[in-house]
Structure formats: C-alpha cells, structure tokens
C-alpha cells in the first residue's frame, strides 16, 4: 500500500510541473497578435498558438490556413512578441 501511495503521489507531482512548464512554453511569454500580411484585402494576424485569422465585417475573426501568414520566425507562434 504505501508504494503505491508514493508512486501516485509522485506522478500527480510530476504530472503538475510538466502541465506548467508546458503552459509557461507556450502562452506565458506570448503577449499580442501579430500582423503577418494580407489576404483577400484584410489584414492578416498569426495568434500565440499560430492560428491565423483576418477580422471580417463583423468584428469576428476569420481563420485561415496558417501556411497565409507571412511572418518571420522570430514572431511566430508560441514564442514571446518582443
């Protein structure tokens, strides 16, 4: 009993740690959108998670395949906006 104890103890630690290094990896340093061309006469924006949108008419955002974002690679997904 008590090794199991120990062993699920220790891997809901572990399991935690890597759930917030992963988050910190990946949205705690990304702060804004980034303008990353034009498309059909909008402008193009890549988001922290690499997603890329315009907005419409309506002020919703429209996604797009990401492959139509031209940014460079220091600002693209994932990474801090600096």
């Known amino acids: 009993m008590k090794k199991s104890n120990f062993f699920n103890a220790f891997f809901s630690r572990s399991t935690l740690f890597v759930s917030i290094f ?11 959108d980034i303008s990353c061309g034009v498309y059909n006469g909008r402008e ?23 492959s139509l974002c031209d ?5 693209s997904g994932g990474g801090c906006n600096n």
């Open 44 to 66: 193009l924006f890549r988001e922290c998670n690499g997603k890329c949108y315009y907005v419409d008419n309506n002020n919703d955002k429209k996604y797009v395949d990401a």
């Open 22 to 32: 992963v988050f910190f990896l990946t949205n705690g340093c990304c702060k804004d």
């Open 71 to 75: 940014c460079d690679d220091k600002s």
